[in-house]
């Protein structure tokens, strides 16, 4: 049997890294305590926006911008990103490092509850990027749905939650059993839905990779 910590940090041996400016911000947010999306699921976006080429993607959780400034940075020259975020300090941070990358232009972040500003958009993404409260993922996922392009990509980070949701309702602790339970429903619909074609994979602390049907409304 394949040893899992040793197998990340086998896998995670071969990254290239990022730009100088994204791999300081990376140690910056670590540093800091500010989640940050892990090496792995770093270099499945960069691969995602290689071969999908998204012009629009919607980020659901901001933090401090750094999976914003990456899509940015590896997305074809024009794309536009919409980012939400509703925690002040975080907020600020985003603002300051998007000044600093001189991606003031291509970055829009709308302050806020994602549940809140979801509902106020319109049009249709190329790309959604969910990374915000987890259990509150199936509260948004009729909007996303709403305003992803036919053969738009839906992309869900921790959905395997450090393993937790492997594990039986009982087994975790009573105060994560909410998000347990949301996540196992929010994967169950992703897997499930007539509209999409979704894949689960073991990458990071788990992430999903949604296609929605051309055909579905």
Not at 19 to 41: S, V
Not at 194 to 201: H, K, N, P, S, V
Request: proline share 4%; aromatic share 6%; glycine share 8%.
């Amino acid at each position: 049997m394949i040893d899992a910590e040793r197998l990340d940090v086998f896998l995670t041996s071969f990254d290239r890294g990022n730009t100088p400016f994204l791999d300081q911000l990376e140690q910056e947010a670590l540093q800091g305590g500010e989640p940050i999306i892990r090496t792995q699921t770093q270099a499945l976006l960069r691969f995602l926006l290689a071969l999908h080429r998204p012009m629009s993607i919607l980020e659901v959780g901001c933090a401090v911008g750094f999976s914003a400034l990456l899509m940015s940075e590896y997305a074809p020259e024009g794309c536009c990103i919409t980012t939400i975020e509703k925690v002040e300090r975080r907020i600020a941070a985003a603002k300051e490092n998007f000044r600093r990358a001189g991606r003031e232009d291509a970055i829009t972040l709308l302050e806020g509850d994602a549940a809140e500003i979801l509902r106020t958009l319109t049009g249709a993404y190329d790309m959604i990027f969910m990374d915000a409260a987890k259990g509150q993922y199936p509260n948004f996922l009729p909007d996303v749905l709403r305003l992803l392009a036919p053969g738009g990509l839906l992309v869900s980070d921790n959905i395997l939650q450090e393993g937790d949701i492997l594990e039986s309702r009982f087994a975790v602790e009573r105060r994560d059993r909410t998000i347990h339970g949301r996540m196992r429903e929010y994967l169950f619909e992703l897997t499930h839905h007539e509209g999409l074609t979704t894949a689960i994979l073991p990458v990071g602390d788990g992430v999903t990779v949604s296609v929605k049907n051309r055909r579905a409304e």
